[in-house]
């Protein structure tokens, strides 16, 4: 338990709405989930001109989201948006309560007893599913899982991928897919010295992986991997970046679409494309298909996967506006591991609204529809899409909406951190303060330096909390 936290209560008195605040009696809030959404947040309303205490909740001791679980180890600058976030817990009026997993070690009920506010930004936990036969076979994986193992997230370090195979498939073309597919097709030595987890590493030096297929179903315009990211696969060393020439000999829609404003970042993509046709590699060892206008129907294989069947595609609608229709006509592809990278989805939160088909939380500008002083950021909110950054102006809006609610609001029943906190240990839950995470941190970056990598992340709790313990 840090200083900072000990005895931080901010007292059992109950003001009225109005107050709430007010000098002397901070607008208390918790946040669930300590990804870019639930930083921005909390940062949005440290920013704004109310008093305000924040109380963290984040289900792992280790805060950071998809920022530590997600981005792919070679995207080491990409992480460093961590110093913000740092920045923001530095604050006097920040708790964090790392290793508490709302929903089992305190619900949404009891924050709403201790808090005149809660804001849901705990991410996109799962991932679509393809919803094809065989897609349950060994050797079909989802993205989701892969980069959770190779960054170490503690629920996946068990997950066993058999890369023993010469041909790997990944189905999708955003930035998630070519993150899989680099991962795969680089050499595994360029891995070691980045904070990519120790027994990936070991896997991916083991790895027999030649080929990646990369299969999307529309064409090359609609790609929806950023230019940087298509960029990487291009220039993979020791790996071929092959692309079929006909795939570049576009129709005048897809034309028209690349000439709309709102497509730069395509039209890069296509230059790109253009680029690697131009300067075709050939010879090497490993090699990235990329496959344009193709949808899989069906996986097939005794015991583990052996094939794809994918459907050929034609584009339909309007520059701007379109989308793939199946032909009926199909190709199989030859593979031994395949790779479904087609978007994450939400998972409920008992007490909490959800959208079953959309996997988010229903809401109106950040206020959760039908709850009460309750609100949602992030990827929980607006589903699985846009860069760290578009988290902000995300967050930002939704704390706009609660600081207009704020003179209506009714104060929580005990409004007192000592009350939470006895809570969480009656229940034996040994919560994690922002002070022990920089202790792990640190501990982190000790054996990251005495194996000459950036950090060497713990990969399990108990771990983790032993840094703690001694
Ligand atoms: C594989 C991958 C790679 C990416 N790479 C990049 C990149 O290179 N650059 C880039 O700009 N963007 C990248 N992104 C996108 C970026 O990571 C997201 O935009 C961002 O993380 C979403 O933030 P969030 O806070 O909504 O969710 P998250 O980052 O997922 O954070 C949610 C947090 O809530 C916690 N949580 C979940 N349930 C509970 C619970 N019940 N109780 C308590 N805590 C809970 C989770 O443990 C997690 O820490 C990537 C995304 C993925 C999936």
Redesign the pocket.
Known sequence: MSQSQEGSGTGQTTPSASAIGSEGNPLRVAV?????????ATDALFKSDISVVVSM????P???????????PD?AK?RN?VKTFEKTAAHEDFRYYGN??????ITVEELKRHFDAVVL?????TDRSLGIAGEDLARSYT??EF??WY?GHPEYRGCGFDLSQETAVVIGQG??AA??ARVLAMPAEDLEKTDMATHAVEALKRSKVKTVHVVGRRGPVQAKFTPK?LSELAEIPGCDFVIDAKYLDISDTDQAELNLPQSKSNQRNFDILKEVVANASAGNERKLVMHFYKSPKALTGAGGVEAVTLEINKMAGEPGNQWAEGTGETETLACGVLFRSVG?RG?A?EGVPFDEKKGTVPNEAGRVTGAFQMYV?????RG????????KGD?AATVDTLLCDLPNFRPAEVRDDAAVEGLLRERGVRFVSYADWKKIDAAELERGAAVGKPRDNFTDVASMLGVLDV
């Open positions: 669930v989930g300590s990804g870019p959404s639930g930083f921005y909740f984040e289900k792992l280790a805060p950071f989201g998809l920022v530590r679980f997600g981005v792919a995207h990409i948006v508490v997993a709302v929903g089992e070690d930004a705990f991410g996109a936990q993205a989701t980069c959770a960054n930035n998630v993150d899989v990211e994450y998972v939160l950021a992030g990827w929980i909110k699985p899409s846009g860069l760290i950054g578009t988290n967050s």
